[in-house]
């Protein structure tokens, strides 16, 4: 007997889960004030909490910079599993914008140029993630998966090495394996506007 899914849509956060934001900031950090921080100086901590209080402020400006979020580099596999789970899922890219208003355009043309087949209907440019319906959240911030409704995904980065009670990936390989075991339909293309 054929049992027929309902499409289940899945939202995507894009800073340190499609874009390695991390690595720029760091890079601008290090260049900024002569230093060597790595990735595994943050393990359990994000770069604001191992920075001095007097360099805050510029921690902030690097954010608030027009360029910041222009050319990210790409999270490893992030483009061709997403490509992948396109044709069985909805996607819907879900990024807190408004934390960082300069950031809308830069990440409306990052995303355009890295993941052309996610349409521009499915950004969601948003403070609360709180807001979201959908079947599966993935994101590196605890705080978005304990407010949201289905089922939350936590992408392993530097500053959330001690959290525990989430559904854990740790790269887009895992992302692939974990929605591989998930039945459900086909989705059509999306349909752009002519």
């Known amino acids: 007997m054929f049992r027929s899914f309902p499409v289940q849509r899945i939202c995507v956060d894009m800073d340190e889960v499609m874009a390695d934001t991390l690595s720029e900031y760091i890079r601008r950090y290090n260049q900024t004030f002569d230093e060597d921080v790595t990735p595994d100086d943050l393990a359990g901590k994000g770069l604001w909490e191992v ?12 954010l608030d910079a027009e360029d910041f979020f222009e050319d990210l580099p790409l999270m490893p596999d992030a483009q061709e599993v997403l490509r992948g789970l396109s044709e069985r899922f909805e996607i819907y890219i879900a990024t807190q914008a408004m934390a960082v208003p300069n950031s809308l355009g830069p990440k409306y043309r990052w995303l355009q140029r890295h993941f052309p087949f996610i349409p521009p209907s499915h950004y969601v440019f948003c403070g609360n993630k709180s807001i979201l319906r959908a079947d599966y959240l993935i994101d590196d911030q605890p705080k978005n998966l304990l407010r949201f409704q289905g089922q939350g995904l936590l992408y392993t980065a530097p500053h959330n090495l001690a959290a525990a009670g989430f ?28």
């Open 167 to 194: 559904v854990r990936v740790n790269n887009w390989r895992d992302v692939a394996e974990y929605f591989a075991a998930v039945p459900c339909e086909s989705v059509p293309p999306p349909r752009f506007p002519a």
């Open 51 to 62: 920075a001095p209080q007097d360099r805050q402020t510029q921690l902030r400006a690097f």
